[in-house]
């Protein structure tokens, strides 16, 4: 049994069956990669492993506990974080200030808004952010404005948020939207990194098959909101029926 079982999960919006019949299981300490073309209810489903949509009928279960009727914050509780396909920071604030917030609200369960102006005085917090932004190589930018980043160093720094609360799943919806090869291949190196340093388990939505192939351990593969096949890497690449209808020459 996996670390995330989905079992028989169906999800229509009124006459859409977005989700038909969905069954999944991601192992501990893997990355599995969920694919398929737009509209093939990836988006859907990754909804409902965090509590956004509630399936129709059937299960989603994390570490044998149930994340159905979940508040977002509860299913963070549970040791799951979602990194967004935009990255979701505070473009206003300065790398180091982003990276203080979460790392006060871990240490106090909470964040106010209204403390912001004294974090940098929190004794242990300037100390716990610094660690964090020299974990994922971003420290000599400590004092940059957040909304100068690169589309690439934005997704490190929400990547970085997102560890100071230790999950042990990681969601990622398209982490490299938008980004030019080289942040890509950047962005594909850390999560290599974060996955060998914190036995992380990952499932990731993705577009990209060079990020998919370098990545994943496991692949499955939606169609018209049900799986067309879950099976390894090499096996997806020589798979006729998937390898004609939504890898085509990415595959090779």
Known sequence: MGILEVKG??????????????NLSVQEQTVHAIIGPNGAGKSTLLNCLVGKLIPDSGSVMFDNQSVLGRKPHEINQMGISRVFQTPEIFTDLTVLENMMIPCFAKRDGAFRLHA?????????????????LEEVNMLD??????????????????????????P??????????????????????????IKEKRKITMAIIEHDMHVVFSLAERITVLAQGTPLVEDTPDNIKGHPKVKEAYLGEAAH
């Open 168 to 193: 042990r799943l990681l969601l990622l919806d398209e982490p490299t939207a938008g980004m030019a090869r080289a942040d890509t291949n950047n962005t594909i190196d850390l999560l290599k990194e």
């Open 116 to 132: 912001l102006e004294s974090l940098g005085h929190e004794k242990g917090i300037r100390e716990m952010a610094e660690t964090m």
């Open 9 to 22: 999960v169906n999800k229509r919006f009124g006459g859409l069956q977005a989700l038909g019949d969905v």
């Open 141 to 166: 930018k400590r004092n940059a404005h957040a909304g100068s980043l690169s589309r690439g160093d934005k997704r490190r720094l929400e990547m970085a948020m997102c560890l100071v609360q230790e």
